[in-house]
């Protein structure tokens, strides 16, 4: 079931589009389902699918196409790392090895403790600001020198008495 | 958004955000017409008017009046193009904006008034207009300094084309990595529609033009015109065969226009000033001036916007120089699909179109990488080779296969386990892409690669065993996994 709230999200993007378009949404409604459930779940694709008139498939090639997409569970905070050219001049691979020497995980894995997922990532598109990386898809870290990733890493950490973000 | 709504860790998270002081608040542009008078703060409506915004929009439409005086009532105007004014007729837009000689900024560098006057503006049906700000080719991170700092330069260049093509729906498409600036362009809307300067008879002329945005999700390819098309409408960023080209079959089979961003925003500076004031900014044929993101090993990375035709030198020190007092070693002057180029003939280009294209390479995008003397070129070149093959589609054989026997190459070469035929093969194989595929990524991958052996040769070279030394030889490079897992750099 998509939630009223959800739903009201939903129907913001699909007005974006040509009446018998709908699908152009998908998208969109996707990226809504991941920020409020975390990832696209099979029965998420499903609701998405039935709400835009789209095959199930369809949806499912959406999800696997896209970089962004988890497709299953991942840590509270998804870290992408950018390591391509641009920051790997300016220690975009070293902060990545890092994080992973910190975190004690590799590179597409999560912290026991489900509080970090680390991911390498392809161009991020904030090459001036090398080191780059992305917190949960939305929010862009610039300058990343080691000090500033246990500053981050050691903020994030911390608030444990709010480890159930509320995701509504 | 679980971020958002944990206050304490929103609060950590800001410490991070960019502030746009050293990537574009520098004061070390020259001549700027997009990035000028910037701050961070005053990306706003208000302060976009009061820059002198939306004047270029009240011109063509023939609405006089300052900001927040929109004309009085719609009924007393005249059809599009005989606004309460005198207007200007979207045919002497194309002109002017053919005679400022601007060139696309995504990477192509056609130019605009003619790719504009292809649109067919007798079409009945619907046709659309489309951004693309899926700005993804490494080292360019410009046209999210403009939409994050102003956005509106944007929105009117979007409405001043589309009145020039008859056009009355249009769509932004957003790097989805920038998330946050797909939110701030989206607000930005909001203001302008808000205004009556989007929607239904803008300003009370009888022209309608309405502007959503859209967001990618990690996708190089979606930068591709096509691919952008397919995504748009819901699919697969998989590139189309062209012809049919966007301009006849575009967006839901509809005659389409796509232009950059940075395109766009220069828009409102030409209609204002004149095509002729915008050319001679620059130099003929490159007119105006150019946002170049400048990357790696420099002292001050960032958006310069300078004319073109600029000296790479100068641009250069705009940026500090080479970083820690190295020597300049090698520089990709448009994005990472551009051909590498040598110090010696970096520092003897102009920054343009023309003169970059001269010295073997392109322009591109204009994101400039800079490399000093202690880079290693496998390495780099390994790390490009990973992105190509990674962010291949999958659609056109020699580019899904042949990606990957790239990289798996220059990955040996650079473990140290290259063969002496290596440098021969990967140079067939990069032939072997080139021109061969539906889209110009395989030719993206196939290009650096040929740079980079042609211009340093020698250094693929050294790492390669001499030939007796060289055991494994029998060893399928489609034995090594690929995956998510593989680390490239």
């Not at chain 1, 199930?56 to 390591?83: D, S, W």
């Not at chain 2, 053919?98 to 990477?107: I, T």
């Not at chain 2, 932004?172 to 205004?195: K, S, W």
């Not at chain 2, 502007?211 to 819901?234: K, M, N, P, R, W």
Request: hydrophobic content about 40%; overall charge negative; charged content about 20%.
């Amino acid at each position: 079931m998509i939630s009223e709230k959800t739903a009201a999200r939903f129907a913001r993007e699909t007005a974006k589009y040509p009446a018998d378009q709908k699908q152009s949404a998908v998208m969109a409604c996707l990226a809504i389902i991941q920020a409020e459930a975390g990832f696209v779940s099979a029965e998420s694709e499903q609701l998405v699918a039935n709400y835009l008139g789209m095959p199930p498939i369809a949806v499912h090639e959406v999800t696997t196409f896209y970089n962004m997409y988890n497709q299953r569970p991942v840590g509270r905070y998804k870290l992408n790392v950018c390591t391509n050219l641009p920051c790997q001049l300016r220690g975009g691979s070293d902060a990545l090895k890092y994080l992973e020497s910190k975190l004690g995980v590799v590179m597409g894995q999560t912290t026991p403790d489900g509080c970090f997922t680390l991911q390498q990532s392809e161009c991020l598109g904030a090459c001036a600001d090398a080191p780059v990386l992305l917190v949960n898809d939305l929010t862009m870290c610039s300058f990343m020198s080691h000090e500033k990733l246990d500053q981050l890493i050691d903020g994030l950490q911390i608030p444990e008495g709010n480890s159930h973000a509320s995701s509504e | 958004m679980q971020v958002v709504n944990d206050h304490a860790a929103a609060s950590v998270l800001a410490q991070f955000a960019a502030t746009g002081v050293q990537s574009c608040f520098h004061g070390r542009h020259i001549e700027p017409q997009i990035l000028a008078g910037l701050n961070g703060r005053n990306w706003r409506l208000a302060d976009y008017e009061a820059r002198g915004g939306y004047q270029a929009l009240r011109k063509i439409l023939g609405v006089s009046g300052s900001p927040g005086q929109s004309a009085s009532s719609a009924g007393d105007l005249a059809d599009v193009g005989g606004g309460g004014g005198a207007g200007i007729t979207p045919d002497q837009v194309i002109t002017e904006i053919k005679a400022s000689g601007l060139r696309g900024r995504g990477g192509a560098g056609f130019p605009t008034g003619l790719k504009w006057s292809f649109m067919p503006r007798q079409f009945p049906g619907q046709k659309y207009l489309v951004c693309n700000s899926d700005e993804g080719e490494p080292g360019t991170c410009k046209d999210r300094d403009i939409m994050q700092y102003n956005p509106h330069s944007v929105i009117e260049g979007m409405a001043i084309a589309a009145y020039a093509m008859g056009i009355s729906v249009a769509y932004n498409y957003i790097h989805g990595e920038i998330f946050a600036t797909y939110l701030r362009f989206e607000e930005a809307l909001e203001e302008a529609r808000a205004a009556g300067l989007l929607g239904d008879r803008i300003l009370g002329s009888g022209f309608s033009f309405h502007l959503y945005a859209a967001h990618g999700f990690g996708a190089y390819i979606c930068g591709e015109e096509t691919a952008l098309l397919e995504s748009l409408e819901g699919k697969k960023g998989q590139p189309r065969f062209k012809p049919p080209f966007p301009a006849s079959f575009g967006l839901y089979g509809k005659p389409t226009t796509i232009n950059n961003t940075e395109t766009f925003a220069a828009v409102p500076w030409i209609i204002r000033n004149g095509g002729q004031a915008f050319l001679e900014v620059g130099k003929p044929n490159n007119g105006g001036t150019k946002i170049y993101s400048v990357s790696g090993d420099v002292e001050s990375p960032g958006n310069y916007e300078v004319p073109l035709g600029t000296p790479f030198a100068k641009l250069l020190e705009l940026a500090g120089g080479v970083r820690k007092g190295r020597t300049l070693k090698a520089v990709i002057p448009g994005g990472s699909s551009a051909p590498v180029l040598p110090a010696s003939i970096m520092m003897e280009c102009t920054m343009d179109y023309d003169s970059i294209a001269k010295a073997g390479s392109m322009l591109g995008s204009g994101a400039v990488i800079v490399m000093d003397d202690s880079r290693c070129m496998v390495e780099s070149l390994k790390r490009l080779s990973y992105f190509y093959m990674h962010e291949s589609c999958g659609q056109c054989t020699p580019c899904r296969e042949g990606t990957g026997w790239l990289w798996r190459m220059v990955d040996r070469i650079h473990r140290g386990h290259g063969k002496q035929t290596d440098l021969d093969l990967l140079n067939s194989v990069a032939d072997n892409i080139q021109g061969r595929t539906i889209c110009a990524l395989g030719d993206a991958a196939a290009m650096p690669v040929r740079a980079m052996i042609k211009h340093f040769r020698h250094e693929f070279e050294a790492m390669i065993p001499p030939a007796a030394a060289s055991a494994a030889t029998t060893i399928p490079a489609s034995h090594q996994a690929v995956g998510s897992h593989v680390r490239s750099a």
